[in-house]
Nanobody, 117 residues
Framework: QVQLAESGGASVQAGDSLRVSCVAS??????????IGWFRQAPGKEREAVAA???????VYVDSVKGRFTISRDDARRECYLQMNDLQSEDSAIYYC?????????WGQGTQVSVSS
């Protein structure tokens, strides 16, 4: 059974920085063989993709976070991180990580990020 656990969410002020983490367990193969994605969902809105990193370290971002957010991974720890700088109120959401394994998507329980202006 794959399990993803996010952590690091907090209530911060606009302009602050925050790093959220996601640790994986139960994967069928080595963690280094998986691409990892970060998503977020604000109240009343659909879940949106924020950033992703593949097995080669290639990163992609949604336009709204480019230049402010950085995704990274530590394969030895089976962890993926999302460093978020210059946070804005529109970044407030529950942040989730996702991995695809055994022909399905697995999600964590999410971590809440609240940004007040």
């Amino acid at each position: 059974q794959v399990q993803l656990a996010e952590s690091g969410g907090a209530s911060v002020q606009a302009g602050d920085s925050l790093r959220v983490s996601c640790v994986a367990s139960g994967l069928e193969y080595s963690y280094s063989l998986y691409g990892i994605g970060w998503f977020r969902q604000a109240p009343g809105k659909e879940r949106e993709a924020v950033a992703a990193i593949n097995t080669y370290g290639k990163r992609v971002y949604v336009d709204s976070v480019k230049g402010r957010f950085t995704i990274s991974r530590d394969d030895a720890r089976r962890e993926c991180y999302l460093q978020m700088n210059d946070l804005q109120s529109e970044d407030s959401a529950i942040y989730y990580c996702k991995v695809r394994d055994r022909d399905r998507d697995w999600w964590g329980q999410g971590t809440q990020v609240s940004v007040s202006s």
